[in-house]
Every structure is written in structure tokens, then in C-alpha cells.
Nanobody
Framework: QVQLVESGGGLVQAGGSLRLSCVAS????????MGWFRQAPGKEREFVAT????????YYADSVKGRFTISRNNAKNTVFLQMNSLRPEDTAVYYC????????????????WGQGTQVTVSS
């Protein structure tokens, strides 16, 4: 079993930055990937970014490319999401997730999920 705990959410003005962290405990991954998803009120949960454990390859949703950066510290079982140039439409609950499949952008492929952290961007 894997437990994921997110932190770093909060309220920020448009154009500002936030850094989310996700710490994994329990069974650790030597392959697969960890990703970030988000869910705004009344909308489906959507893919944001993912990073492979083995080679650090990253994938991003078009809506966040050039503004968000995902990174990892495998020794500390931690993944980060640096969010810059935030927009009101980035407001959502952000979830960390883990999968055994590399390069996964589909939420159905993720087996483990955190509780989420709220990000609110004011205009």
C-alpha cells in the first residue's frame, strides 16, 4: 500500500507562484510515475503533469506547459509541482497520484491518490 500526502496549497494572486509537494510512504516505487491532477468545482478531474521514476521524463497538459514544472527527489520519495504565472482558471483541488505505468496521463491508470490540496488564484 502507498500513502500520498500533499502540501503547499493556498491562496495566491494571479501571476503569483506556489510550490506543491507530495510525499509517498509505504510501498515505494522503483518504476512507474507520479503525477498531479486537479479538479475544479463542477468539473472532472484532469491531468496536469507526470514524471517517470526511472529517467525523470516529464509530460504536461497543454494548459500548464511553460508555467508549471514537475520534479522529484527519489531518495525522499517526494514529487514537487512548481506553479508560476498562476491564473484564476488554475483554481482547483490538486491531487498527487502514483502509477506503475510510465508516462501515464489518464487518471484511470493511477492506483494511489492523496487527499488533495486546495489552490485558489484570485484575479
Amino acid at each position: 500500500q502507498v500513502q500520498l500526502v500533499e502540501s503547499g496549497g493556498g491562496l495566491v494572486q494571479a501571476g503569483g507562484s506556489l510550490r506543491l509537494s507530495c510525499v509517498a510512504s509505504g510501498r515505494t516505487f522503483s518504476s512507474g510515475a507520479m503525477g498531479w491532477f486537479r479538479q475544479a468545482p463542477g468539473k472532472e478531474r484532469e491531468f496536469v503533469a507526470t514524471i517517470n521514476y526511472s529517467d525523470g521524463s516529464t509530460y504536461y497538459a497543454d494548459s500548464v506547459k511553460g508555467r508549471f514544472t514537475i520534479s522529484r527527489n527519489n531518495a525522499k520519495n517526494t514529487v514537487f509541482l512548481q506553479m508560476n504565472s498562476l491564473r484564476p482558471e488554475d483554481t482547483a483541488v490538486y491531487y498527487c497520484a502514483a502509477t506503475y505505468y510510465r508516462g501515464s496521463v489518464h487518471r484511470t491508470l493511477y492506483d494511489y491518490w492523496g487527499q488533495g490540496t486546495q489552490v485558489t488564484v484570485s484575479s
